[in-house]
Structure formats: structure tokens, C-alpha cells
């Protein structure tokens, strides 16, 4: 499929939403493989898909290498933030929770985005993105204040108290997480406006972090061979979310900005919590659900198309 008959930031942000569903499932896909430390996890999933990604855009790669070059020290930073990125988000799922150590990474990429555009490209926040990300980053506050008064509750119980350093580390890798997918999504965006192709930024880039993250896999990853159901979980996180997400990822990069990307897979958050319920049998209080509500009408502020009159205006915005 090529997406070059669906434009405008309106598809954009679906190609977005989509690829945040895929990703939304990798914290239930991580329970299905408990003896996989979240290091391994991370580096076969972004690794693995990572290098896929580029065995797809050899051809694109090859034709745009001098561009690409021209602009190394952006593909450079991108691809550090490929390889850092994982590391961060599954351990600080590992730390805190699933459903916290996904709302402080995913939650905290749009404000660091809008800071990055803001503070690099000197771009405005736009009165649709501030909306939007009020409405979205209020949700994911109330998603995981929802899982830390749940977390509260089980407190008294010997078997469900952590270290007491545990969750203050998780918080701090969700927010690294969280600004390394605000920088490798910047990057992306720029060099795709350079005039690069998607698939061919994307390739270069996740490639080449992919590579990065290669010797950790071999030195974390043996235990993905100790049994089937290990190794299917991590095909299925390097294929499917991995891949196939940032497939997705790339096409609404080419459509919109890095802030509004990361505004919109909010909807990651949402996504993980609802399968939470339905396939691991957790319970998510009301307060969690009025954060998933939130969330919800955050993406429809940053999908809705505009207004005819103002169609061309947020086009011009979405680049």
C-alpha cells in the first residue's frame, strides 16, 4: 500500500491513531513473557523492528544517502533516541507499573515535543494542539493517579510492596522515555520536510538505532530462546508494533507535526488499559475510566477536520 492518496493532517493523525493502537498492546504482550527482563524486551522489539524497517527502505535509502548524510548529526540524535527510547519505557514499566510507567512515558512526549518545536524551530502552540494536549495529558494524569491509589490500596499487603525506590525510578525512566520519543519524532519530521521520504527516514533512522541496540539483546536477550511462547512474544513486538506501528508512525510524520504525533498516541494509553481489563484481568476504578474519556476527546479535537474555511490555515499548521 502507498499512502501518497491520503493527505493532509487529518489522515495524518489516523495513521498516528492506528499505530498507537498496535502499540498500546505491548504491555499485555510483555505479560505473556514474564521471565524476559524489560532490557531484552525492549531492545528485540525496537531492534529487531528497527532493522526491518530499514530492510524495507534499502532502495529509498540508497537513492536519498546524500541527503541523508548532509544531515547526519539529526539522524544521529534520532537514532540515539530509537535506541534509548525502549530501554527507558519497559523498564520504567517494569518499575512502576504497566499502566503508570505507560501513562508518564506516552503522557510526557507532547509537552516535549511542543518544547523542542518551540525551543529549536521556534514554532507557536497552537490553540488546536493546546486542546488537545490539556484535554489528553489531563486524561493520563488521571490514569495514573487512578493506578497509584489502586497501588495504595494494596500497600498493607507484604506481597505487593515493592522497594520504596522502585516507583520514583520508574517515574524518572517514563520521563526519559518520554523525551526520547519527543526527540526521535522531531527528528523524523525534519527530515522528512527536508524532502527525504517517510520510509526512507524512517529506515535510516530506526535502523540504525536498531543496530545500537543489538548487543544489548545479545547480552539480555537468551531467555527469548528458552521457550516458544517467549520467542513468539518478541516476534510479535518487533512485527507487529514495532514494524508495522512505525510504518504507520512514519506516513502521519509526513503529515503533521511532531507535537501533534505525539498528542495523538495518547491513544497508546488508553488502548493498554482497556486490554488491561478485557485480557489480564485487571480492574480500572471510574477515576481511570474519566481519564480514558479525556484522552478520548483529545484525539477527536486533533482528528476532526477543520472547517472549509480554516482546511488550508490547519494544513499549513499540521506541516
Known sequence: MKPSGFRGATWGALFVL??????????????????????AIGAAAM?????????????????????????????????LAVALYPLAFYSS?????????????????????????RVVDKRPFTRRWTVGAVLGVSGAALLCLAEGLAEAGKSGDPATTGSAW???????LGL????????????????????????????TVFG?????????????????????????????????????????FGWGLARVRASTATTVSLAETVVAA???????????????????????GSLFVLTLPAAPKRRRLMADVGR
Request: charged fraction near 5%; glycine fraction near 12%; proline fraction near 6%.
Open 208 to 248: 540504525a538505532g536498531g543496530l545500537m541496540l543489538m548487543p544489548v539483546l545479545a547480552a539480555t536477550g537468551a531467555p527469548f530462546l528458552a521457550s516458544t511462547q517467549n520467542f513468539a512474544v518478541g516476534a510479535y513486538m518487533a512485527i507487529v508494533p514495532m514494524f508495522a506501528g512505525y510504518v504507520l
Open 93 to 117: 514499566m517494569h518499575l512502576a507499573g504497566v499502566a503508570v510507567g505507560t501513562v508518564v512515558s506516552i503522557g510526557s512526549a507532547p509537552l516535549a515535543s511542543a518544547v523542542v518545536e
Open 274 to 296: 482497556v486490554l488491561a481489563v478485557v485480557v489480564v484481568g485487571e480492574r480500572l476504578p471510574a477515576l481511570a475510566w474519566l481519564g480514558a474519556a479525556l484522552i478520548t
Open 47 to 79: 531492534g529487531f523492528g528497527g532493522l526491518l524497517q530499514a530492510a524495507i527502505a534499502a532502495r529509498p535509502m540508497l537513492a536519498f544517502s546524500t541527503s541523508l548524510r548532509g544531515n547526519w548529526p539529526t539522524v544521529a540524535l534520532g537514532a
Open 166 to 172: 522502585e516507583t520514583p525510578a520508574g517515574i524518572g
Open 176 to 203: 526519559l522515555a518520554g523525551l526520547t520519543y519527543a526527540l526521535y519524532s522531531w527528528a523524523a519530521h525534519r527530515l522528512i520536510n527536508t524532502g527525504v521520504p517517510s520510509r526512507a527516514v524512517m529506515g
Open 18 to 39: 492506528a499505530a498507537s493502537v498496535l502499540w498500546g498492546t505491548t504491555g499485555t504482550a510483555a505479560t505473556f513473557a514474564p521471565d524476559v527482563s524489560p532490557l
